[in-house]
């Protein structure tokens, strides 16, 4: 009985660690991505906006949409112009899918890679999730939110659906932004990342 107590103390305090460890990650992303629009040479946000900008509207932080999923390369696919908001032509390839448990329910997202973006050696691991949730047009940004992620050395991957942004377009239309692909919908709730944008006028 003794040594359950002492194993069951243990694995509450270990989990506790994972939350911190996972709160402090989200919390650099944050600040890190308040700092960039913050700036006037990385915000993405019209002049008027950014005079009133102070921090971006993020839902409350739930380390239980930190998930592992199963990595799955797919090879030899072949590479397709995405849509986009402005009817540019980027041209990404599907790169593999992350196979997951949210919520008691499985999902499979499928994970793109920029061409344009292999030829750059700070993206050369990029990887790109777009998708779309029940949150969007209410909560968040109608046209869906993105992750990134780095090209895994295993089998697994890391997602934290509480570092999903929105795309540039959600804050000043001249962006040309890519549109999730229909497969990478999930149909529950996202409540985490940031939220939908208001804007100055809106804010009056």
Do not use: W
């Not at 990385?42 to 380390?63: A, G, Q």
């Not at 998930?67 to 849509?83: I, L, S």
């Not at 908001?85 to 997951?100: A, I, M, N, Q, S």
């Not at 804050?171 to 999930?186: F, M, Q, T």
Request: aromatic fraction near 14%.
């Amino acid at each position: 009985m003794f040594r359950l107590s002492i194993l069951f103390i243990f694995l509450i305090n270990n989990l506790f660690a994972q939350d911190s460890t996972a709160i402090k990650r989200i919390l650099s992303f944050q600040q890190e991505l308040n700092k960039d629009f913050t700036s006037e040479e990385t915000s993405p946000l019209i002049p008027k906006d950014l005079e009133r900008f102070k921090s971006l509207d993020f839902f409350k932080i739930d380390t239980s949409f930190c998930v592992t999923a199963k990595f799955v390369r797919t090879p030899y696919e072949t590479p397709f112009v995405m849509k986009t908001t402005t009817g540019t032509e980027p041209l990404y390839v599907k790169y593999g899918e992350v196979h997951f448990v949210l919520q008691s329910k499985v999902f499979i997202l499928n994970v793109y890679q920029n061409q344009g973006l292999t030829t750059e050696p700070q993206y050369d691991t990029y990887l790109f999730l777009p998708f779309t949730d029940l949150t969007n047009a209410e909560s968040s940004y109608s046209g869906g939110r993105f992750i990134d992620l780095k090209i895994p050395e295993g089998d697994s991957v890391l997602i934290d659906f509480n570092t999903s942004y929105n795309p540039y377009c959600a804050y000043n239309p001249r962006y040309s932004c890519p549109i999730p692909p229909e497969d990478n919908h999930l149909e529950i709730k996202i409540p985490v990342g940031v939220k939908k944008f208001k804007n100055e006028s809106e804010n009056k």
